[in-house]
Nanobody, 124 residues
Framework: QLQASGGGLVQAGGSLRLSCETSGRIVSANVMAWFRQGPGEERVFVAVSNRSGVRRDYSDSVKGRFTISRDNTKNTVYLQMNNLVPADTAVYYC???????????????????WGQGTKFTVSS
C-alpha cells in the first residue's frame, strides 16, 4: 500500500513537503514517482526516483523547484516543493512499480501501485 500525506494550503512562493509511505509488497519497489492531477485535468508526471535515489528526473514544469527523495530505511518517498505557484495546485499521487524500466515512463498507466492522493492548494 501507499499512504500519501502532507497536503494543505500554502501561499505562492512557499514550500511544502509531501510524504508517501509504502508497506507490504511495495516496500522494495524499484521505481517511485509522483504524479498530479489538477481540476478538470489529466494525471501528469511530476517526478521519479529509482530505488537507490541516485537517479531522479522531473517534469519541466517543476524542475529546479521540486526534489524527490527516498528514505528506504523508513520505506518513504518525499517530494519537497519550493517556490510554489498557483499552477501547482492539484491532487498529488505517489506511485510505485517493481520494474526498473518504469523509471523512463511518464504515463501513469505504467505504474501498478498508487496512493490515495493528497491535495494542496497554492493561493496567490
Amino acid at each position: 500500500q501507499l499512504q500519501a500525506s502532507g497536503g494543505g494550503l500554502v501561499q505562492a512562493g512557499g514550500s511544502l513537503r509531501l510524504s508517501c509511505e509504502t508497506s507490504g509488497r511495495i516496500v522494495s519497489a524499484n521505481v517511485m514517482a509522483w504524479f498530479r492531477q489538477g481540476p478538470g485535468e489529466e494525471r501528469v508526471f511530476v517526478a521519479v526516483s529509482n530505488r537507490s535515489g541516485v537517479r531522479r528526473d522531473y517534469s519541466d514544469s517543476v524542475k529546479g523547484r521540486f526534489t524527490i527523495s527516498r528514505d528506504n530505511t523508513k520505506n518513504t518517498v518525499y517530494l519537497q516543493m519550493n517556490n510554489l505557484v498557483p499552477a501547482d495546485t492539484a491532487v498529488y499521487y505517489c506511485a510505485a512499480d517493481a520494474d526498473p524500466r518504469s523509471f523512463a515512463a511518464r504515463s501513469p498507466t505504467v505504474f501498478d501501485y498508487w496512493g490515495q492522493g493528497t491535495k494542496f492548494t497554492v493561493s496567490s
